[in-house]
């Protein structure tokens, strides 16, 4: 039932922009899914830290579904933080994804993903591998594999990176093959946006919003910017207060109540009610805008 | 010559009469023997007993000595039989009579002296409960205060065998210990820490408050560092006295388990337990050859601290289940079946992830998704069911706060706290007059619906939460519930919208969204 093959480098449906990467080029793919050229028309690769925080994870939320939903195909490693999130959210947002693997075709890695790996079929993406068989992942096929990655997309996007992570191999790679690369800025202090700051300094494009993206893209972008406005519309003083401390920074409710002056019962109320309402939500004891 | 002293055995909370009859016969070899299912230390108490007599300058009979333990097939244990022996070889041999109505318990020291023994407020009780047909109590001094609250039984408090044997023989008479009225005992906590010593954590505290005054349990999730077990040691100063009988079922534990002190009396302030994670089963629940009281039946009327609860073994977690819901334990042998209370305010802590920092401020966590699964699996659902509130408690830069104004404004001593909590379970004990029960996280689903009718505004947002949350139908009830506390803590008597909401933010939270 399920559609698989391999695709060798002679091949004409071989993508074009992999093979630009010359000698890097994998000899061939080997897929499971439809194979269709059209997925790889326009490829974003997005990739990031495996120990996600709150903040990559909204990034990604924001960005992938808007670049997602936009048709741009999202390519990642299937590992698990940013990489399974970036696959989440462009299935979520009806959008198409190839997942590149770092073991041989047959197997899924990590195992417990079996639902996303499922999720990602059945959504018309795309398996990947340039392995064979159950040939099992071992350190080096980890940045063997970012190169497909990297080679498949016009432009990467690293959400989240420490000092010295994997995705900043990606991105070196994305260089070298003359690619654009994209990175969200982080906190100076923050571990996981150490990475991802450095790449900045060095030429790599700030990413504020899904629009910086769609324009390299040459994607007219609609319905975007609009959430501000909710602020000003309807609720009382204290929600305003609570959206513009909220606005600045995600806070906790503790430090919340005491920017505010009020105890952390009432607080809760007024905090549940508008997160039903949908003004604001809650990550990991955060309070965030919408 | 035959002798007969009462005494009594404990088996798990009952106690009943036992006889210790002593034959101290002219004829035969000279022997020592204990009969009567006696355990090994009822069985060396020959010796204590014997040296006991002679260190006390008293001749021991150098005949043929029988005792026996009635009735014969129920098991003695323990070394409380030593004095009802001793007096009544000591009585053979100077022929003095010993009153039927008099009852006799305590460890023998060899020097003569006796020794603080468990179980003497469960003598008193029985004493007392058998109406006339016991007067006095012979029990160690150290132990003697444990029975001073007893009315219409005399305690006697016994430093030495010599001073017993001039007492019998009416030659210098020990008055008994002067009746303690159980209100007299009742005595102000001085718990470990006081909520105002610490900075922040306003919510947590919050639900703390809400816990003491529900006896909702809790679990608290937080990095390492940020203040959870302090919140938890902190509790018993906000929790509500123990009312006369709860302070008598917490004591009859305490004194079977032999846990309270030498020269302590009733037990007043709620118990707090917090048993380490290495904890045997047996240890946690109760049990043993001889089915001794656990951690979950001390911590009866009070509150079981579980720390780091996620490190505890999964088969033990589970086994709280049914104390849990039941609010006692019954350990079955194949001699013997006891029945010990455990009705306990679960308040545990968990750290997010095995390493303990996901999501820290400053701190990396190491640990992988899946662990981080496995991890947080460890506890099992019908166990989190069973707990009410959630709570995560952040890390806090202490220097941060003890420069924050506000933060220092938000302080409140435990005392006021205690305060807002009593006025909630006098509510509740008004409220449940008629019922079994006796605070609102005991409510069962037709209590609920007879005591928290949610007005429509609040139903409504209960149903909002209920899907955009995801909350299932069991968590729908635990809302319900601790708007209920919520509302009692405000002395309003409908669960506002307010009370809903709040009640809300203690929901069970998805850990990882991913």
């Known amino acids: 039932m399920e559609m698989q093959g391999v695709i060798l480098k002679e091949d004409a449906r071989y993508p074009s922009l992999l093979k630009k990467i010359s000698k890097d080029a994998p000899l061939q793919l080997y897929y499971k899914g439809e194979w269709d050229e059209q997925i790889f028309e326009n490829c974003l690769a997005v990739v990031g830290s495996r120990q996600m925080t709150s903040y990559g994870k909204r990034v990604v939320e924001r960005v992938v579904t808007g670049v997602a939903s936009a048709g741009i195909t999202i390519v990642s490693g299937f590992m698990y933080g940013v990489d399974a999130t970036a696959h989440k959210m ?84 994305a260089r070298k093959f003359k690619r654009k690369i994209f990175s969200v800025p982080g906190p100076i202090f923050s571990e996981t946006a150490k990475g991802t700051n450095q790449l900045i300094k060095t030429g790599a494009e700030m990413v504020f919003s899904e629009k910086d993206i769609l324009n390299f893209y040459k994607i007219p972008c609609f319905n975007f910017e609009e959430k501000k406005t909710i602020i000003n519309n309807s609720g009382s ?40 309402k949908g003004l604001i939500e809650q990550d990991n004891g955060k309070y965030y805008l919408c | ?88 070889i000591i009585a053979a041999e100077s022929d003095f009579k010993i009153s039927e109505k008099s009852l006799f318990f305590g460890e023998l020291s060899l020097d003569g002296s006796l020794r603080h023994t468990k179980g003497v407020f469960l003598l008193g009780l029985f004493a007392q409960q058998s109406g006339t047909r016991f007067e006095k109590i012979f029990v160690p001094k150290d132990s003697a205060n444990e029975a001073t609250i007893f009315q219409g039984i005399k305690v006697l408090a016994i430093e030495n065998l010599s001073q017993l044997f001039l007492h019998l023989t009416s030659q210098k008479i020990i008055k008994p210990i002067p009746y303690q009225e159980l209100t007299e005992t009742r005595s102000l906590l ?117 720390d780091e ?19 006692y334990l019954t350990i079955s042998r194949s001699k013997e079946r006891v029945k010990y209370p ?24 190491i640990c992988s998704s899946q662990q981080i699964k496995k991890y947080q699996k460890k506890v099992s659902g019908p166990i989190l069911d069973r707990i009410d509130l959630h709570v995560e408690v952040p890390s806090v830069e202490i220097k941060e706060l003890s ?32 019922e079994i029960i006796f605070t609102n996280a005991e409510m069962k689903n037709e ?46 008597q409908d669960i506002q919208l307010n009370h809903m909401a709040e009640a809300l933010q203690y929901r069970p939270k998805n850990y990882e969204g991913i």
């Not at chain 2, 043929?64 to 039989?81: C, H, R």
């Not at chain 2, 009705?343 to 095995?354: D, E, G, H, Q, Y």
């Not at chain 2, 429509?456 to 519930?481: D, H, N």
């Open chain 2, 447 to 492: 209590q609920i619906k007879k005591y928290c009718k949610l007005a429509k505004e609040v139903e409504q947002v209960l149903q909002q939460a209920g899907s955009k949350f995801q909350l299932s139908a069991r968590s729908y009830l635990k809302m319900i519930k601790i708007a209920r506390t919520i509302a009692d803590l405000e002395n309003s």
């Open chain 2, 309 to 327: 609860f996620n490190e505890f073994p999964r088969h033990i977690l589970e086994s709280l289940r049914q104390p849990l819901e039941d609010g």
């Open chain 2, 403 to 434: 420069d924050n104004q506000k933060a220092a404004e938000f302080l409140e001593p435990s005392s006021a706290i205690r305060e807002r909590v009593l006025k909630a379970r006098k509510i509740q004990n008004q409220r449940f007059l008629n």
């Open chain 2, 190 to 306: 001085t718990p470990e820490f006081d909520m105002s010593e610490i900075l922040g954590q306003e919510q947590t505290k919050r639900a703390m408050e809400i816990t003491a005054a529900g006896s909702h349990n809790l679990l608290m999730t937080g990095s390492p560092g940020a203040g959870k077990t302090m919140l938890a040691r902190a509790l018993p100063g906000i929790l509500p006295f123990l009312s006369d009988e709860e302070s008598l079922e917490v004591t009859k534990i305490y004194s079977l388990s032999g846990q309270i002190p030498a020269g302590g009396s009733l037990i007043r302030t709620p118990p707090f337990r917090s048993p380490h994670h290495s904890t045997s089963q047996v240890g946690l629940i109760g049990g043993g050859q001889r089915p001794l009281p656990g951690e979950i039946s001390l911590a009866h009327r009070g509150v079981l601290f579980l």
């Open chain 1, 90 to 173: 462009a299935l979520l947002a009806g959008g198409r994804t190839i997942a590149v693997m770092p073991c041989g075709i047959d197997l899924i890695h990590p195992e417990y993903q079996l639902d996303l790996y499922t999720e990602i079929l059945k959504n018309k993406g795309l398996i990947i591998s340039e392995y064979e068989g159950k040939t099992q992942p071992v350190t080096w096929t980890y940045p063997r594999r970012n190169r497909i990655v990297a080679g498949l997309s016009q432009a990467t996007l690293v959400v989240e990176a420490g000092e010295k992570s994997g995705s900043l191999i990606t991105a070196n790679l």
């Open chain 2, 342 to 365: 455990a009705r306990f305010t679960l308040v545990a802590s968990s750290n997010p992830c095995p390493c303990g920092y996901l999501n820290h401020p400053k701190k990396r966590c």
């Open chain 1, 237 to 276: 003083i204290l929600e305003k207060q609570i959206m513009e401390y909220l606005q600045r920074e995600p806070l906790e409710i503790d430090i919340l109540s005491r920017f505010l002056g009020i105890p952390s019962s009432k607080l809760g109320a007024n905090l549940s009610l508008m997160e039903m």
């Open chain 2, 1 to 88: 010559m035959l002798v007969k002293v009462k005494s009594v055995a404990h088996i798990g909370l009952e106690t009943i009469p036992v006889d210790v009859e002593v034959n101290v016969a002219n004829k035969g070899l000279p022997a020592f023997d204990i009969v009567g299912l006696p355990d090994k230390a009822v069985a060396e108490s020959k010796e204590r007993v014997k040296t006991a007599i002679l260190s006390s300058g008293m001749e021991f009979p150098n005949k043929k000595i029988t005792v026996n333990l009635a009735p014969a097939d129920v098991q003695k244990e323990g070394a409380s039989y030593d004095l009802p022996i001793a007096i009544a």
